[in-house]
Nanobody, 124 residues
Framework: QVQLVESGGGSVQAGGSLRLSCAAS????????MGWFRQAPGKEREGVAA???????TYADAVKGRFTISKDNAKNTLYLQMNSLKPEDTAMYYC??????????????????WGQGTQVTVSS
């Protein structure tokens, strides 16, 4: 059974940084594609960043140049480094994993496994 556990969320002022981590209990971790999604109150869940099994990364336009996704296969851990945070980045952030075919890697429908989420709050 796949389990994903996020950590690293918190409260920060605009312009600050946070690093999210996602520990994954996946035997064949390196064969999965992984992603970070977020959901703000009253809004739909949206893809933030993802990395495929080859290490290719994809970012939402809203976070390009500010967020960096990385994957440590030796530690089965996914990271999201978030810099220059803005109030509009405030949301619950979820780690997700998938192993099947996908059309668009930032589409949550292609991810079968989800963590419980970690809250990120950015104040102005």
């Amino acid at each position: 059974q796949v389990q994903l556990v996020e950590s690293g969320g918190g409260s920060v002022q605009a312009g600050g940084s946070l690093r999210l981590s996602c520990a994954a209990s996946i035997y064949t971790y390196r064969t999965y594609y992984m992603g970070w999604f977020r959901q703000a109150p009253g809004k739909e869940r949206e893809g933030v960043a993802a990395v495929d099994s080859r290490g290719t990364t994809t970012y939402a336009d809203a976070v390009k140049g500010r967020f960096t996704i990385s994957k440590d296969n030796a530690k089965n851990t996914l990271y999201l480094q978030m810099n220059s945070l803005k109030p509009e980045d405030t949301a619950m952030y979820y780690c997700a994993a998938g192993s099947g075919a996908y059309y668009y890697i930032l589409d949550s429908r292609f991810f079968a496994y989800w963590g419980q989420g970690t809250q990120v709050t950015v104040s102005s």
